[in-house]
């Protein structure tokens, strides 16, 4: 809902704005079709409900940027295809996700629609900032290798053990 408000809030400020929600079309699509209606951003948010890996990655590829202003955590895996992709991320201050994107990306309070408005307009307007974004948003996602993920699971087992 912060996200569509976060539209709504730039909308007369980025007049080519434009959001597309992808993912699970569990239980809520309803409610955000109607909130779209409702705000008048009927073109300015498409829902494309679940999206195959190849549009995913052109989505990637094509964004201003991945934002993700997620109410649960502590993890998610769609900052770090975002990044290894060169799509510039904001996520949530919740959990982890800062530490994961760490400065490769921005964070906004999910609570508040203005502060998600806020990011959004930095990374669409500030072309620079959306360059060094890309930039560290490669090298952070060579961190989250498969074998860096296996040595760091590894590590924790074993000193749990220790314990």
């Not at 909308?11 to 929600?21: A, C, V």
């Not at 079309?25 to 948010?45: A, F, M, P, T, W």
């Not at 195959?52 to 955590?73: K, N, W």
């Amino acid at each position: 809902k912060n996200l569509i408000s976060a539209v709504r809030l730039l909308k007369e400020r980025l007049t080519d704005i434009r959001l597309i929600l992808v993912g699970s079309e569990r239980n809520v699509q309803r409610k955000i079709e109607r909130l779209i209606k409702d705000y008048g951003l009927e073109s300015h948010v498409l829902i494309r409900g679940f999206v195959s890996d190849e549009q995913l990655i052109y989505l990637y590829r094509h964004a201003v940027a991945l934002v993700m202003p997620t109410q649960i955590g502590p993890t998610n895996i769609p900052p770090l295809e975002a990044m290894a992709l060169g799509c510039p991320v904001i996520v949530s201050n919740k959990y982890a996700m800062p530490d994961q994107v760490g400065n490769a990306g921005l964070s906004c309070d999910p609570n508040s629609a203005e502060d998600i408005a806020a990011c959004i307009e930095k990374v669409w307007s500030d072309e620079k900032l959306r360059q060094d974004m890309i930039q560290k948003g490669y090298e952070r996602s060579k961190k989250w290798t498969a074998n860096a993920f296996k040595k760091r699971f590894i590590k924790i087992i074993m000193d749990e053990l220790d314990r």
